[in-house]
């Protein structure tokens, strides 16, 4: 069974640090998403992306975010500066299209502590 | 190892009728157990949670969810399936009230027929 692979599962930063959350996708899967949970929270949608591009993003994903696919099998999510309230589970995921059909591939995603 | 099982990956049910989602998990400690429902496009929604106490435990949209630790079971239902119910469901069991170390099942999808 294919799978959405995250790494690495704990991240510990510094307030104010880049960090960058990485994920590999599954191979023949074109829509990538990036999801957080912040403690005692729900999750929560940061960011798809398709065609190199950003198709959809929530008001959560500011310009201290962003998202690449360097190398066409790589999905990473930048935090430029983070804070203290950046602390949370991300979650990625990959799909093969957006349709009622297709099913969304979860990571089992890293844990981000800022302090 | 930790797991979470979701048997049915589809089901369809008429609008009106009721709903019973499954969800086995197996866990070394006692589980937190989460239903997420996800509509096509958008990202997971938490329909509810147990972490203790009433084992019947009330979500959003009218659904509900009952823990069996003797079955190792978390059962989602719901009376009246709406057409907008229509969806995936995923379980999930995490270490913490949060869920925030969540292992998911592979979900089932809802359709709601007319």
């Known amino acids: 069974e294919p799978e959405v692979t995250q790494t690495p599962s704990h991240q510990v930063t510094q307030m104010g640090q880049e960090v960058i959350l990485r994920c590999v996708p599954i191979s023949n899967h074109l829509y990538f998403y990036w999801y957080r949970q912040i403690l005692g929270q729900k999750v929560e949608f940061l960011v798809s992306?398709?065609?190199?591009?950003?198709?959809?993003k929530s008001e959560i994903f500011d310009d201290q975010f962003s998202v690449e696919r360097p190398d066409g099998s790589n999905f990473t999510l930048k935090i430029r500066s983070t804070k203290l309230e950046d602390s949370a589970m991300y979650f990625c995921?990959?799909?093969?299209?957006?349709?009622?059909?297709?099913?969304?591939?979860f990571g089992s995603g890293t844990q981000l502590s800022v302090l | 190892a930790q797991s979470v099982t979701q048997p049915d990956i589809h089901i369809t049910v008429s609008e009106g009728a009721s709903l019973e989602l499954r969800c086995n998990y197996s866990y070394g400690a006692t589980p937190y157990l989460f239903w997420y429902v996800q509509s096509p496009g958008q990202g997971l929604q938490l329909l509810l949670k147990y972490f203790s106490g009433d084992t019947l435990v009330q979500g959003i949209k009218g659904f509900e969810a009952e823990f069996k630790r003797s079955q190792s079971s978390f059962n989602l239902r719901k009376p009246s399936v709406h057409w907008s119910d229509a969806a995936e469901y995923f379980c999930?069991?995490?270490?913490?009230?949060?869920?925030?170390?969540?292992?998911f099942g592979k979900g089932t999808t809802l359709s709601v027929s007319s």
């Open positions: 992306f398709y065609n190199n591009e950003i198709s959809e």
């Open positions: 995921a990959s799909s093969t299209g957006l349709s009622t059909n297709e099913k969304l591939f």
């Open positions: 999930a069991v995490g270490a913490n009230q949060a869920g925030t170390a969540l292992i």
